[in-house]
């Protein structure tokens, strides 16, 4: 299984970018889905999650601006992002996991805001 994840770019502050991850295979018994994110020096955060069930949860420094989506027949995930800050700036990478302590993260996009 592997995790593609898309749609990074180079915006102004206050613009919008829809971030995409596709699955490749199928992965049994999700336990939860999410989107992290690390800015140069930094350790990565955690942005956005959703657990099997379809409940989100979302960093406070996103909250109103990021929606965590799925696509379950399309088995993608979906970030849309609005009104992005420079603070935004980082590599974004979407991460399953799943029961039985499997981990899976995808190779990261990079998103860079703009002031």
């Known amino acids: 299984v592997q995790l593609q994840a898309s749609g990074g770019g180079s915006v102004q502050a206050g613009g919008s970018l829809r971030l995409s991850c596709a699955r490749s295979?199928?992965?049994?018994?999700?336990?939860?889905m999410a989107w992290y994110r690390q800015a140069p020096g930094k350790q990565r955060e955690l942005v956005a999650s959703?657990?099997?069930?379809?409940?989100?949860n979302y960093a406070d420094s996103v909250k109103g601006r990021f929606t965590i989506s799925r696509n379950i027949a399309e088995r993608r995930l979906y970030l849309q992002m609005n009104g992005l800050k420079p603070e935004d700036t980082g590599v974004y990478y979407c991460n399953v996991v799943a029961t039985a302590s499997r981990n899976y993260w995808g190779q990261g996009t990079q998103v860079t805001v703009s002031s």
């Open positions: 959703m657990t099997g069930g379809g409940s989100t």
């Open positions: 295979g199928d992965i049994f018994a999700i336990v939860s």
